[in-house]
């Protein structure tokens, strides 16, 4: 949130159990995605949601690597959720 000087807040957050925890609500929830402190820890990078998206809207396989330098990094350039 803003103040009236332009300044920014930055907040975090995290998801802990009653007592204090975060690692048991991870523990408790047996989420993959998250690290001992609460920490999510994506799955996907950016390029491959980019990479699906430019597929979509009709980008070449063959050309995936001119738009997204990276997406040999990754096993899949095609993350399914969409058509």
């Not at 949601?49 to 330098?69: E, H, M």
């Amino acid at each position: 949130m803003g103040d009236t000087n332009g300044h920014v807040e930055e907040t975090n957050h995290s998801v802990r159990d009653r007592s204090g925890d975060p690692g048991r609500a991870n523990a408790a929830t047996g989420s993959d995605d998250a690290n001992t402190r609460g920490v999510l820890i994506p799955t996907a990078a950016v390029d491959q949601y980019g990479s699906t998206l430019a597929q979509w809207f009709g980008v070449a396989p063959a050309n995936q690597p001119q738009v997204f330098p990276n997406i040999a990094n990754f096993g899949s350039n095609k993350l399914g959720f969409v058509g």
